[in-house]
């Protein structure tokens, strides 16, 4: 006959949740840490590219008065949203289209010439991080919590 469970005991825990086994056996902690940080220049500069193309999208208001501007009126906006959707969904292509933005954005000192060279050598050095076999942000991210939370280099 067994005995009725005890309403008032303390839960048992099991000590395996929690401990996932490692996704990027291949990287190193120094190699992981940087891919981790070009991840978020990258995405950063996803959405300043995004930001750019509404701004110079308001262009379009005075497209008149820009007599002969007018390829970069309608081109900025167009190159810096497909630059954003390149650098925050990451096909093979994104890298080199967001490098353009990223050289134009180099014009605006002091801001844009810090976000611009930022993202430059992020782009150009984590080819890993675009095509179809790049490494997720968040399976970098969550990797990268996990080894430092259990000190794990």
């Known amino acids: 006959m067994n005995a009725p469970a005890n309403p008032y005991a303390a839960p048992k825990s099991d000590l395996t949740v929690g401990l996932q086994p490692l996704q990027f056996t291949e990287l190193d902690y120094k190699t ?8 978020h220049s990258v995405r950063a ?8 193309a509404l701004v110079s999208g308001t262009l379009w208001l005075w ?12 081109g900025m906006p167009l190159l810096s949203l497909a630059a954003a959707y390149g650098c925050l969904w990451r ?5 080199w289209l967001a490098l ?3 050289v134009i954005s180099l014009a605006a000192v002091p801001l844009g010439t810090l976000v611009g060279g930022l993202a430059i050598v992020a782009l150009l050095r984590s080819p890993k991080l ?3 076999a790049a490494y997720a942000h968040s399976q970098l991210d969550a990797e990268f919590k996990y080894r430092r939370k259990h000190r794990i280099r």
Do not use: E, H, K, T
Not at 32 to 39: K, P
Not at 45 to 52: C, E, Q, S, V
Not at 91 to 95: A, K, L, M, N, S
């Open 100 to 102: 353009p933005i990223a």
């Open 91 to 95: 096909p093979r292509w994104g890298q």
């Open 45 to 52: 500069f996803g959405g300043l590219a995004l930001l750019i």
């Open 32 to 39: 992981l840490r940087r891919l981790r940080n070009d991840s």
């Open 130 to 132: 675009f095509g179809p």
């Open 63 to 74: 497209a008149d008065a820009m007599d002969g501007y007018w390829l970069i009126v309608l």
